[in-house]
DNA sequence: ACATTAAGTGATT
DNA sequence: AATCACTTAATGT
């Protein structure tokens, strides 16, 4: 309850909070493990209370390409839209960081929509980041070259996890730009010369935030 | 000591 | 920017 407050409290009135902390599941998820699969049908919908998720699209080879992250204060859209189709999740979610979150019934949705107008406003609002951080998605795959790309992602994985040392490998980094390991190491190299990050094995330190 | 995995690099397309 | 082929470095057993 205080974890809600302490996230939400400036946000939704004292009725709704309680209602929130009532009905909620609060929920523990490590690291790594996957919150959404391409083609769930999504009964609950998440506020994040801290730690970042990732979000992830996949084509039919079942090449990932990653979107953008999610973070604290931030809902899940693919929620949102599945509720009002009754349709499937296009996208996967993995947990980028340790992540505390509530999940709320769908069906809480539409009720609180009419009851609260905090949450209503919450809904149309991070109806609207989120789309502005899928048209950032676009802009980066669509203008920027690799190297950018790539300086972009390490910038956003250091920020969403408040850390500027980041535990990844060259090929896991390759996946989620979708792109290969070679290319990555390649650009990487050149970031260390530029003074951009430091390398080491399994880690990157990134120095120009 | 040996095998495995991660990272670096030249050459080619 | 992708791919191949190979090297070097770090780590696990």
């Known amino acids: 309850m205080e974890d809600l407050i302490e996230n939400y409290g400036y946000l939704f009135e004292d009725e709704l909070l309680k209602e929130i902390h009532e009905i909620g599941i609060y929920k523990s998820v490590k690291e790594g493990d996957v919150l959404i699969e391409i083609g769930d049908y999504i009964k609950s919908m998440p506020l994040l209370l801290n730690g970042a998720i990732k979000i992830l699209r996949e084509d039919k080879e079942g090449e ?3 979107l953008y992250f999610i973070e604290r204060g931030d809902t ?6 599945c509720c009002v189709g009754n349709s499937k999740s296009e996208i996967r979610a993995v947990a980028e960081t340790d992540v ?16 609260y107008s ?9 109806y609207h980041s989120r789309m502005m951080e899928m048209l950032e998605a676009i802009d980066t795959i669509a ?8 300086l972009k992602y390490l910038r956003d994985k250091a920020m969403v996890s408040h ?15 979708h792109t290969s390991r070679v290319v990555v190491s390649r650009l990487l190299k050149k970031l260390e010369r530029d003074n951009k990050i430091k390398l080491f094995r399994n880690r990157i330190k990134v120095i120009a935030l």
């Open 76 to 81: 899940c859209t693919m929620t949102l839209s």
């Open 64 to 66: 990932e390409l990653a």
């Open 163 to 177: 850390n500027d040392q980041l535990q990844v490998k060259h090929k896991d980094i390759a996946q989620d730009l």
């Open 100 to 115: 505390h979150l509530i999940m709320i019934p769908v069906q809480k949705m539409s009720e609180w929509m009419r009851k």
């Open 118 to 126: 905090s949450w209503q406003e919450f809904i149309l609002q991070s």
């Open 143 to 150: 203008f920027l070259k690799m190297d950018e790309r790539l």
